[in-house]
DNA sequence: GGGGTTAACATTGTCGACAATCTACCTTTC
DNA sequence: GAAAGGTAGATTGTCGACAATGTTAACCCC
């Protein structure tokens, strides 16, 4: 039971505004090597440019954008090298939140909580869509869960990358039996307290997605 | 031989001002939890409000800052707690970067390019601030030589931190003997390319660290 | 004296305007 | 016809000014 009375945390608008830009760019409204233009997106936000401004540059850091001096900034356009890249740093992240739950979480309850996810998946067996932000949903509560704010943020970059790769594939990324049946494991290693098992699971997972999207 | 001619990069003045302020951060120039005034900074850095303040944003995004709406930005305060999550994406990081260099890079070379940094520790022996520098230059060429955008991007905010402590601590962060020989067996293990002992004195070497820093 | 109100100050948030730069197209010249 | 040069348009980079907000201290009332 959490109180009410909690500081309360008012995000500032170039937060705000990155938080937009990733939305957009994970769903694909943003294609990827498309410029930003600063002025159509300022008045279709409502704000001036500074903001605007201000809320590209924590997108430009995180590297979702690419700065080109007085040319604009433009959307990363995800190499096969990319995806590899992008991988390591999620399996990196992903196995230390994993580690840090089997060694001081209550593993069994997020193992359980990450079988609701795939209950849902195997529920929404056939629609890609509904399977890829399951996928994602699973992922986000497994490094939310390992309560790291540092982990959360890094991760959430991964994600919005791996959001464009699977947008990006759209029909082609299929396969939803497999891919309910690796996570399943990967939860049930998590709820039994197995870290070997955790971690060559999720090390498998991340090199059978990587396969998955770069031998196309 | 590189060729002298390439894409010339020019920086963009928000990415410069945040360079400036990540050293000014990571060797104490700003105090931990002290306030950046904007017309003050933009003033000394002979800058408008306007760039500055979208460096600021990047720093912020990264975490260093922390913004508070309508009062301003400040430098993060790192508690106990802090300083183990830290160390938590540290070890993540590094734990990847030399599982890559060990799996698919030269780790030999690694290794003793490694060993030259350990050689200048024990030379600048004594001199805590030397061989602070060279710990952290230790741990910044392992991840570059993996070679790696994203977890050399998120290494560079996990450093600034790093500085932050040991700077924080000054003459308490001494053990320099050591430091020195931790270092070379993790060189040592790299070189030969044992991945079980990389991982075990890596593992340790961020336990020893959060071990100091934490209990004074 | 404690609590509440008000006013002055400092700082941030936002905006519009201007300068600098790049691109693309057109013109000129050999 | 091809290359060099020039020009117009569009976009980004930068700045100064104003509005909004929060803080502090003084003051008043009970």
Redesign the interface.
Known sequence: MTSYIEPLA???T??II?DKLRKAIGHGEFKPGAQIVEADLARKLGVSR?PL???M??L????LLV?I?NRGLFVIDMTPQDIR??Y??R???E??AAF?ILRDGDFETVGLALLAIVDQMAAADGDPAAVGELDIAFHELLVRLAD????S??HRT?MIETRMCIHALEETYLATDARAIEHERLANAIRTGDVARTDELLSAHMDDAIERLVSR
Chains 1, 2 share one sequence.
């Open positions: 008012q995000e500032s170039p937060s990155a500074g401004r201000e809320g540059q924590r430009t850091q995180e590297g700065s001096r890249d992008m390591l740093a399996e990196a992240i196995r230390a840090k790291s704010p540092r982990l943020r890094m991964s």
